[in-house]
């Protein structure tokens, strides 16, 4: 296993009593052997120096061990609480919280064996640990486009400081279908940091534009009538599956994520309680299967 060549502990970006609960959780879990990855602040300070405060840890953990994960915490005398079931649970000492996350919100990312392997060590509140992979991070991240909260900066500077470490074919393939996400991170990266454009290989960009050309030129024959825009904001296109008739992009096999998961997470967009959830999100009718850009990387998963 290799060592980040930057691991900061962050004692300074959190209060004495949060970093004990971080902590001690850290240590139980070694202690158990379950997996777990550090991600977040944490894991985005190792890579790209970047310290900030953080109002929670980040810990990535397969869904099959949460209920492992959770009587452990209980027995520590801390409250769980499975908050989205497709995504995310927490765990409470009073105010203080950890998220454990098992998929990504959009239900495209979920965390399996693939995430666990040749993985950075550091050490987080003195704790060793193992960070979250910078391809998966980047995959993570790629896809939060909400009106308030943007991570596009977070994926920039992911590939200005890592740019020649990246697994490039380990990236392509883990955006899969969803090539088009990254070409833009990509292309806005190019404009952020004009000088150094030449850090991303030159066949990458080679490669997702020959598949641009391809696509643009051979247009899919039957195109369902898919709104992907709710695989990077949950709010900002409810007009188009609401309204316009536009099929969820997340209740398409790009997704794990369920009807009810849908509704769940839709209702806990501030501002929205009470409010009918999506009354049009359903599974495509029969007649209508997910064109190839949008089947899921669960397949691959």
Partial sequence: MASAPLAPSLEDEVAPATAAFYRRALQVLADAGIPFLVGGAFSH????????????????????DYERVAALMQAEGWRNDLTYP?????????????????????????????WFHDNLEAEVLGVPVRVANLEDSLLSKAFIMERERYDGADVAHLIQANAEHIDWRGLLDRFGPHWRVLLAHLTLFGFIYPGERHHVPTWVLDHLMARLDDENRHPPA??????????????????????????DGRLTPASTMTPQDVATWTEAIPGREGKPACPDACPLPPAAAAPDVLVASAARN
């Fill in 222 to 247: 039957d195109d369902p009538h898919v709104c992907a825009g709710t695989l990077l904001s949950r709010e900002q296109y409810l007009h188009d599956v609401e309204r316009l008739g536009y099929v």
């Fill in 86 to 114: 497709h995504w995310l649970a927490k765990v409470y000492a009073g105010d203080e919280f950890i998220d454990l996350i098992f998929n990504s919100g959009n239900g495209v990312a979920p965390v399996d064996q693939r």
């Fill in 45 to 64: 300070a190792c890579f790209t120096g970047i310290r900030r405060s953080t109002k929670d840890l980040d810990l990535f953990i397969c869904r099959a």
